[in-house]
Every structure is written in structure tokens, then in C-alpha cells.
């Protein structure tokens, strides 16, 4: 929510916890609770929107999504291997009552420097069925290794 939409101003309205990390970070791992029901935003948007500065804020718990235990387990787990090695793991855990559709999307993107220093654009090329190469003049290049199954989408914006 913006600063305007919130009654207590700017505020994230998601459900995640972070689970556990070392001090330096080399591993991290946090829970991420999706709900299989239509996200409520104009709900939420309209609740914050009515609620004075003394009022507790609407949260999405209050919405009603998590009703009936229908919702995904995400968890996302980091290590690093060593310095230039990063390793992610995407755990799903389906807690409702019945089957239900969920797509993981994981992204790959670097920071647009190119547009405003005439640059190279880096490149992000599909070199095996579950392996992509990213390179950038700047940075060099990175292997990304998915499990199977693995579909890549591809875009330029």
C-alpha cells in the first residue's frame, strides 16, 4: 500500500517470515504464505482507506484469504557455495484441503545501466534444456541451472 492507501502509511501486505539466517548471510531461508484465493486489493485498499490513524490496520490475514487453511507453503532457501556461487532452492507445500494451481516464477534481470551509458546490453541465453548463460561487459558471465521441469520465458522491456 502507498502512503495514501494506508492508515498508517506505506505498509507491505503480504504474509512471509524470515525463518533463519547466519550473521553473515551466507544462508538464509524464509517462509512465504500465498493464498490460493484472488488477492483482496481493492479490499484491503478500501478498509486501510476508511480506518483513521487511531485504528489498527487492516491486515491480509483479516481479509479472509487464509479462511479455511486454502493456501501455499513457499519456502526460499540461499546458500552460498563460495563467492560467486549462489545457491536457491523454492520448496511448495500445497496446505489446502484439495489440488490447486501454482506457478513458480523465478527472475533473472540485471540493473539497466546500458540506456543511460550507451553500453552493452547484457545477454541472457538458453544453453541446455535447464541451464541459461547471463553475461554483462561488466560483470562477466553466470551459468543458472534449474531442475526439471523447466520452461524459460523470455523478454526485452
Not at 43 to 61: A, H, K, P, Q, Y
Request: charge should be negative; proline fraction near 6%.
Amino acid at each position: 500500500m502507498t502512503n495514501l492507501q494506508g492508515n498508517h502509511g506505506e505498509d507491505v501486505k503480504e504474509l512471509y517470515y524470515y525463518l533463519d539466517a547466519t550473521p553473515t548471510n551466507s544462508y538464509a531461508r524464509m517462509l512465504y504464505k500465498y493464498p490460493q484465493a484472488a488477492y483482496p486489493y481493492e479490499l484491503l485498499v478500501e478498509e486501510n482507506r476508511r480506518r483513521s490513524l487511531g485504528d489498527i490496520e487492516f491486515e491480509l490475514m483479516d481479509a479472509g484469504v487464509f479462511d479455511e487453511d486454502r493456501y501455499f507453503d513457499v519456502f526460499i532457501e540461499y546458500a552460498k557455495a563460495e563467492v560467486e556461487d549462489l545457491l536457491m532452492r523454492v520448496t511448495v507445500h500445497n496446505r489446502g484441503p484439495q489440488t490447486a494451481p501454482l506457478w513458480v516464477l523465478l527472475q533473472l534481470w540485471f540493473r539497466n545501466t546500458w540506456s543511460w551509458t550507451n553500453g552493452p546490453k547484457p545477454c541472457i541465453s538458453r544453453e541446455h534444456p535447464h541451464r541459461l548463460t547471463a553475461t554483462n561487459s561488466q560483470l562477466g558471465s553466470y551459468r543458472i541451472d534449474l531442475e526439471p521441469p523447466t520452461e524459460f520465458l523470455f523478454c526485452d522491456n
